[in-house]
Nanobody, 128 residues
Framework: VQLVESGGGSAQVGGSLRLSCTASGLTTTHNAVAWFRQIPGTEREGVASIFTRGGTTTYADSVKGRFTISQDSFRNTVYLQMNNLKPEDSARYSC???????????????????????WGQGTQVTVS
């Protein structure tokens, strides 16, 4: 399994960026993809998740109304559209995939890093 992120970079406050996570090697048992972010020296934070069958999404309170997670199954890609960016959104963003209990769909458990087995290398986002 390989996850490759792209789309990071610099943005102004109030601006937008779209991150992409392209997956290869996933099977039908891998039913969820999530975006996480981390600032050095702090804990990793779950930002958004999506269950690939059904499309149920979950967002951290800090990004609700500003970020949108979506998927393009044909391209095996999950996107994170980030609007109205704030300086506190600056972090390294990573996508992750795993076999997550369907009971967690729509809940905060789907934003827990322990639920995901496969991780990308991450992409840096800087907002200033």
């Amino acid at each position: 399994v390989q996850l490759v992120e792209s789309g990071g970079g610099s943005a102004q406050v109030g601006g937008s960026l779209r991150l992409s996570c392209t997956a290869s090697g996933l099977t039908t048992t891998h039913n969820a993809v999530a975006w996480f972010r981390q600032i050095p020296g702090t804990e990793r934070e779950g930002v958004a998740s999506i269950f690939t069958r059904g499309g149920t999404t979950t967002y951290a309170d800090s990004v609700k109304g500003r970020f949108t997670i979506s998927q393009d199954s044909f391209r095996n890609t999950v996107y994170l559209q980030m609007n109205n960016l704030k300086p506190e959104d600056s972090a390294r963003y990573s996508c992750a995939a795993g076999s997550v209990s369907p009971l967690f769909a729509g809940g905060s458990e789907s934003l827990q890093s322990r639920e995901y087995k496969y991780w990308g290398q991450g992409t840096q986002v800087t907002v200033s």
